[in-house]
């Protein structure tokens, strides 16, 4: 099959299998597999794919047909400008993450502080230390994970990314690490730790569920990672130190009471762009 022919294929069955973004996904998938883009010479679209190309395009839009994610085909995702490797073992960044680290960078700024210390706990693809890395060149970052797989990705995003120097990998739990920690250590502590209680499971989409479910698996309420930030990592925060946590759209009250209960006063809840709770924020 030529190129366009090949696109247009793509594109009608992503449809028929009732993807929303067929064409956008279809433009994304072309790029990767046909190295279809904008700077194609004029009459590429007309020329014969290569057998290997074109099997290899043919199977990516069979899997994205069974749910498969896109950003796991393409091999690599975006977040804050940052390019990141994902692939099966790793969560998929997400935008909505930007409402906690946005939050935190406003914090940051307010205070003045250029070369902050700051502990991303469950860091997985490294999504958040490496935005808040390229945006304070003098920060020094801890990124804690304890899946094997997403530590191969984090260490590969962060050397790709040109953010050695500032990142530290610790691979471990974060329900034991915090002892490597002296109290008062850090100035900024972030997380998006996984936050689904656990019967919620089943019931994701399709794309969902090929996510590792320890990204996901937040407990029988939801909220146990938020628990043990509270319990064993806020005494790890200097007086007057940013607190910056993503949430589940139920989550606003019972992890800002979670925080007060644990001594912090200044607790906000932020909304992601469809106005959900996404964020908590907490400054003293
Ligand atoms: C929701 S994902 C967030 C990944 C990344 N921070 C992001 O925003 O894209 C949660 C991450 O926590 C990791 N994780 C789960 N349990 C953990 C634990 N006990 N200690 C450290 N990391 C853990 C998972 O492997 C996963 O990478």
Known sequence: MTIAQLR???????????????????????????????????GFLQQQAQ???????????????????????LGSWSFMGCE???????????????????????????????????????????AIAIALAKRYPEAV??????????????????RHNGVSEQIKVVSGDIGECYDLFEDGIFDVIISNPPYICSAELPGLQKEVQCEPEMALDGGTDGLVF???????????????????????EQQGQPVSCLLKA?????????????GLDRAVISEA
Do not use: M
């Open 8 to 42: 247009q294929y793509g594109c009608r069955t992503l449809r028929e299998a009732g993807i929303l973004a067929a064409e956008t996904e279809i433009r994304e998938l072309a790029a990767r597999f046909l190295g279809l883009n904008r700077l194609s010479p004029p």
């Open 51 to 73: 057998t290997q190309q074109e099997q290899a395009f043919l199977e990516a839009v069979r899997k994205r047909c069974s749910g498969y994610p896109l950003q796991y085909l």
């Open 84 to 126: 990141l490797s994902v692939g099966e073992g790793v969560l998929i960044p997400r935008d909505d993450t930007e409402v906690c680290v946005r939050a935190c960078i406003d914090k940051i700024n307010a205070r003045g502080w250029t070369a902050p210390r700051i502990v991303d706990l469950c860091s997985g693809s490294g």
């Open 141 to 158: 970052i801890t990124a804690v994970e304890l899946s094997p797989e997403a530590v191969h990705y984090l260490e590969d995003n962060i």
């Open 226 to 248: 938020y628990r043990l930030i509270a319990e064993h990592w806020l005494p790890k925060l200097r007086t007057g130190g940013i607190l910056s946590l993503e949430i589940g």
């Open 262 to 274: 644990h001594g912090r006063r200044k607790t906000d809840v932020l909304q992601d762009l469809g």
